[in-house]
């Protein structure tokens, strides 16, 4: 019975989501799949694609396209128990050099795109009162200190802080939410189609020019983390008893997230006299 639970993952058609997609299936879970063309979705899985699979077409932007595949994914299973939410772009650029349209899209797709996913999908969880929700992140929604991934990294910080309070609103109706932090994994991320790239780049930021070149030219290809290994991961979290409100992929996440810890717990202690000294 375990492994009749329903996932709904988006963003399924390559990357992470892909390769989770294709251990559930695997595994012998039912999967409803999510991209801007289903029949991308067919392709990718092959002779996967069975009746425990249903690819759905969906535009993240609007809320009622993703209310429709909820739907139709309950329609077809009979309910939705697990939702990973994976879709999203990395955009690369200073933010002086980023116009208010660049900066906007990234968002209107990282964040408000899965803000519809939780909309629609928690009146269903909340009546059946269980279900798991994982947002996925990145390390560079726990530490920005990467020049030229700032929009970006804004809005992995703001799918880092509404998972924290999606876990305490819908602990009550026996949901669990996970934040997915993801270190460097060797998929398509940093190609030319998942990473975009300043329309006016500004020659004076030589930091970002030279960041930006490192991870297309670089980095791509050449990641440390398994894609395979992280879906294992995230199955493995979603059949524990007690899942972690933060999961950290790799062992890059692991060091960076340490390393940012360390900054805040000594900026504390050296400014702890200026900082508590503030009250009445």
């Not at 699979?53 to 128990?81: C, R, T």
């Not at 530490?143 to 970006?152: C, D, H, V």
């Not at 990473?195 to 960041?211: E, F, G, N, T, W």
């Amino acid at each position: 019975m375990e492994n009749k639970k329903v996932w709904f993952v988006t963003g399924a058609s390559k990357g992470l989501g892909l390769s989770l997609v294709k251990q559930l299936l695997n595994n012998g879970y039912d999967v409803a799949a999510t991209s801007r063309n289903a029949q991308d979705l067919t392709d990718a899985l092959g002779d996967l694609a069975t009746s425990a699979f249903l690819p759905l077409a969906m535009n993240l932007q609007s809320e009622d396209s993703v209310g429709e595949a909820i739907e139709k994914a309950v329609d077809y299973f009979g309910h939705i128990d697990i939702v990973v939410n994976n879709a999203g772009y990395g955009l690369a650029g200073g933010l002086e050099e980023l116009s208010d349209k660049e900066a906007r899209a990234n968002f209107d797709v990282n964040v408000f795109g899965m803000l519809h996913v939780i909309r629609k999908v928690m009146p269903h969880l909340r009546k059946q009162e269980s279900g798991h929700i994982f947002n996925i992140s990145s390390v560079g929604g726990f530490t920005g200190n990467f020049p030229g991934f700032g929009i970006y990294c804004a809005t992995k910080f703001a799918v880092h802080g509404l998972t924290e309070s999606l876990a305490a609103e819908v602990r009550d109706f026996k949901i669990w939410a996970t934040v997915v932090y993801p270190g460097y994994f060797r998929t398509n991320f940093l190609t030319e189609g998942s990473l975009q790239v300043p329309q006016h780049p500004i020659d004076a930021y030589k930091s970002v020019r030279d960041s930006q070149q490192m991870h297309q030219d670089d980095i791509n290809g050449n990641q440390p983390g398994d894609p395979e290994k992280a879906a294992a991961a995230m199955i493995k979290v979603a059949e524990s008893g007690q899942p972690p409100v933060h999961l950290f992929l790799g062992q890059d996440a692991y060091e960076f997230a340490k390393a940012k810890i360390e900054i805040i717990e000594n900026d504390l202690e050296q400014w702890k006299e200026t900082t508590v000294n503030t009250g009445f």
